[in-house]
């Protein structure tokens, strides 16, 4: 018995449909009446390159799993999301994408330990204290933005390089920095009750016709957020031991031991059934451990056609 189906691009006909943009992962359909249609694909994408497999049920526990953080947050930051009328898609409000992602950092992991091995101390801007080990707390979260690029790899970069270059005003900028300092906040202490620790995430944010900043896009996602759970955390790293997480960095690692970094020349690994299996399985748990509900996969029979049904109704 193989795998189930997975959605690598919907094909979409649906009525009002003014612009069609596709992401790594998502398939964004923007709609004459200011709407926005966010599809999740099965897409995964590692080092900014979308892999030539497709994850079943991936895009249904994005979607399904920020849109439970968008109702979650949503009294800390205002955002974008309306309703969910397929497992695998968010309707909320258009808005013009803010060309920078904010990335929060509750540890040094990841980028910013890789930066920090280097000898460097200071990232987009953001100082990184002397004396830390891998997987080490900040003192308190850092902000280290990066370019939202369309294609291609994101660039770290500094507020100050963010305002040079008019990626948005001061006061959107202080707007989306205090928002994402208290959307890690809640999203910290969601973790923290379900015996996890929000290590590390990304937010992105845009703006209404009206000039509003909306928090955009997934949240706390396991592709946009790094978790690693709590117990035994503080023991691991006494003995400088690896963290267990749940997160994406696992496929990068997978990747990286197969000499793949997404640059110029490198070929992408093979991944095979069992390895597809592990991630959707790698999914599923932390979608599971954040909401406190048990995953129910959607019919993959034919998911497209599914999804074409759903919002034809809904958008009636």
């Not at 497709?54 to 920020?66: A, E, R």
């Not at 990747?255 to 999914?283: C, K, N």
Request: aromatic fraction near 8%.
């Amino acid at each position: 018995m193989g795998l189930p189906q997975t959605l690598m691009q919907s094909q979409l006909d649906l009525p009002g449909v003014e612009e069609i943009h596709r992401g790594k992962v998502r398939d964004v359909y923007h709609l004459k009446d200011g709407r926005t249609l966010l599809v999740a694909t099965d897409r995964i994408s590692a080092f900014d390159v979308v892999l030539p497999r497709g994850i079943p049920h991936k895009g249904q526990v994005l979607s399904q799993l920020s849109w439970h953080m968008l109702r979650a947050t949503a009294g800390v930051a205002p955002n974008w999301a309306l309703a969910s009328p397929d497992p695998n898609v968010v309707v909320g409000r258009r808005c013009t994408t803010i060309k920078v992602e904010m990335v929060v950092r509750g540890f040094l992991a990841g980028h910013a330990w890789r930066t920090y091995a280097q000898g460097v101390r200071s990232l987009c801007g953001a100082a990184m204290p002397e004396g830390l080990k891998e997987n080490d707390p900040f003192p308190s979260p850092l902000i280290t933005p990066s370019t939202k690029a369309d294609a291609g790899h994101d660039e770290d970069i500094t507020p100050e390089e963010i305002l040079d270059r008019g990626l948005c005003t001061r006061g959107e900028w202080n707007t989306m920095r205090d928002h994402a300092f208290a959307l890690f906040a809640e999203g910290s202490r969601m973790a923290r009750q379900r015996g996890l620790i929000l290590v590390d995430t990304k937010y992105e944010f845009g703006r209404t016709p009206e000039g509003e900043v909306l928090l955009i896009d997934e949240v706390h996602t396991p592709d946009s957020s790094r978790y690693f759970y709590s117990e035994g955390y503080r023991e691991r790293q006494a003995k400088g031991e690896r963290q267990k997480q749940l997160s994406k960095e696992f496929v990068r690692e997978w990747l990286i031991a197969h000499d793949f970094m997404g640059q110029q020349g490198q070929q992408v690994p093979t991944m095979d059934d069992a390895f597809v299996q592990s991630v959707t399985d790698r999914y599923v748990e932390l979608y599971e451990r954040v909401t406190a509900e048990r995953f129910a996969p959607a019919d993959t029979t034919d998911i497209n056609a599914r999804i074409q049904g759903r919002l034809a109704a809904f958008l009636q």
